[in-house]
């Protein structure tokens, strides 16, 4: 299944020259069947695991998406007690995903990227700069300063730029001025990352990785203080604000010229997450998670012009887990109400 690139009110092609794809996913969780010693594997086999979605993740210019934990060998570096989950993946991860994919850029700002401490970022940021791999590390950095610089990808006649941040994390957790970490998502620091990153592109894409409660159940409609955050974003010069976290696809909207996907849910996670973890806990309402959807936003210098939706899950098969799309008119129904909100 393909969905057609529905065309956005108001844009002129005409103006536009020539146009890329952006892909954008959601979650990225390598955890239980999908923690996977990717060395061993090939490009083919590679395609086999991501299955049905092949045909839609790899047609795109640039790929983005939330990269839950940490690339590391560090795996009992740091822990702590007050979080069910360590999200922390091989080092060989970052070859991997850079053979498969285009141009992929990760968000690792999120509420895991401290899974294995000081040491988890610092392997990540290596692994991923090593060796001529390419993939763009946005959110996280050796320092404050390094955390706010965004990632630029630069295409022939256009370029885009991608800042990415979160205030889910303990205070040790964020970058300081001499520290490791995560860009802490404030509204300084959001306006500051945003202004950097307009400055040398053309398009300007924001991930942020909030949520009002933690520990709240997943909902469609996005919390007062998602929407406070990704219309700021919009308000400061984002083009594109990218939601992560929430487990599910929830609603979409334009704002101010903006286009806000306020959560696109999990792309690649184990459909046994949520049952490793006791029904009593004050967690599991949230880790409970509802599949999601990939965006492909055709682009050029003048702004989006195209986009559509492609909701997917994951399914547990024969110890395993494969991702499949969702189709038929449920599919089509929340595709719609989800666009609603953008197409206007």
């Known amino acids: 299944m393909r969905n057609l690139l529905r065309p956005v009110p108001g844009h002129h092609r005409g103006n536009c020259g020539q146009s890329y794809v952006l892909t954008l996913g959601g979650d990225m969780i ?62 060989e991860t970052a070859e991997f995903l850079a053979r498969v994919f285009l141009r992929p850029v990760l968000s690792f700002a999120n509420n ?74 404030t509204r300084e620091n959001l306006k500051r990352s945003i202004r950097y990153a307009r400055v040398r592109s053309e398009v300007v894409v924001v991930s942020l990785h909030t949520i009002g409660d933690i520990r709240a159940p997943f909902s469609f409609w996005p919390d007062r203080h998602q929407r406070s955050l990704a219309r700021f974003a919009a308000e400061c010069g984002a083009d594109i604000v990218v939601g992560h976290h929430p487990h599910g696809l929830q609603y979409a909207e334009r704002y101010q010229g903006a286009y806000i996907f306020y959560s696109l849910g999990a792309l690649f996670y184990d459909p046994l997450l949520e049952t490793s973890i006791s029904p009593t806990h004050p967690f ?61």
């Not at 999601?292 to 909701?311: D, K």
């Open 30 to 91: 390598f955890w239980g069947t999908l923690r996977f010693d990717i060395t061993d594997l090939e490009f083919a086999d590679f395609r086999g695991v991501v299955g049905e979605l092949a045909s839609v993740l790899f047609r795109g210019d640039i790929f983005f998406a939330n990269f839950e934990g940490v690339m590391t060998r560090a795996w009992n570096a740091y822990h702590d007690a007050a979080s069910p989950f360590r999200f922390v993946s091989s080092l």
């Open 112 to 185: 895991h990227c401290f899974d294995a401490g000081e040491t988890g970022i610092l392997d990540t940021l290596r692994a991923c700069g090593e060796h001529g791999i390419g993939i763009g590390c946005a959110g996280i950095g050796k320092s404050k300063d390094e955390a706010l610089q965004p990632v630029m990808v630069e295409l022939p006649s256009l370029t885009v730029g991608f800042v990415a941040l979160t205030d889910l994390l303990p205070e040790y957790g964020y970058a300081a001025a001499m520290s490791v970490g995560a860009l802490e998502l």
């Open 284 to 344: 599991y309402a949230a880790r409970r998670i509802f599949g999601g959807a990939i965006a492909t936003v055709e682009l050029c210098r003048s702004g989006v012009h195209a986009l559509s939706l492609t909701p997917s899950r994951m399914f547990a098969w024969d110890n395993d887990a494969r991702p499949m799309l969702v189709r038929g008119p449920l599919s089509s129904r929340l595709i719609a109400r989800v666009l609603e909100g953008l197409l206007v």
